[in-house]
């Protein structure tokens, strides 16, 4: 995404405690605690990958991004589905996303990317262009509005 920023990655805090769990030093139900909200989140709003669950190689893991911000007010929290993210990010000036990897079968869950979205990362000419493009469209849902008005006899 365009307004992508500071982005931090975890996969390193992840490969050691894979790494642990592995050798045996972090057992699998402390790492397999993802609670049945994550997993319902995963369900109904998680993008499915083609990466297997490190842990039990059973199932493919599914990323949940949930969104933070003080213009979200009660949405802050959800999660939402990546297609909803370059939406939100052009009509919102700051939010965070956190992407979390879970696995349905046995619960791993880790937390593996943290970034910033919103319009505030866009210069003064990607702004009016976007803006231009929103009225365009907001232009166009009033004529369709008053032409339908029209044919229905109402004005």
């Keep these: 995404m365009r307004t992508q920023r500071q982005v931090v990655d975890y996969s390193l805090q992840k490969r ?11 057992g699998t139900l402390e790492v397999c605690d993802a609670s049945p909200y994550l997993k319902n989140a995963a369900l109904f709003h998680g993008e499915p990958t083609d990466d297997r669950c490190p842990v039990c190689r059973r199932d493919n893991l599914t990323l949940v991004h ?25 009509t919102l000036r700051e939010f965070q996303v956190f992407v979390v990897e879970v696995c349905r079968s046995c619960a791993w869950n880790h937390l593996t990317q943290q970034y910033v979205l919103g319009r505030d990362a866009l210069t003064a000419d990607e702004l009016d262009q976007a803006e231009a493009t929103a009225s365009a469209v907001a232009g166009r ?3 369709t509005g008053s032409s339908s008005q029209r044919r229905e006899g109402r004005r």
Excluded: C
């Excluded at 949930?66 to 213009?71: F, L």
């Design 16 to 26: 050691a405690v894979l790494r642990d769990v592995h050798n045996g030093r972090i």
């Design 66 to 90: 949930y969104i933070y911000g003080d213009e979200l007010k009660q949405s802050a929290g959800q999660a939402r589905k990546l297609a909803e993210l370059p939406v939100l990010a052009m």
């Design 141 to 143: 849902h009033r004529e």
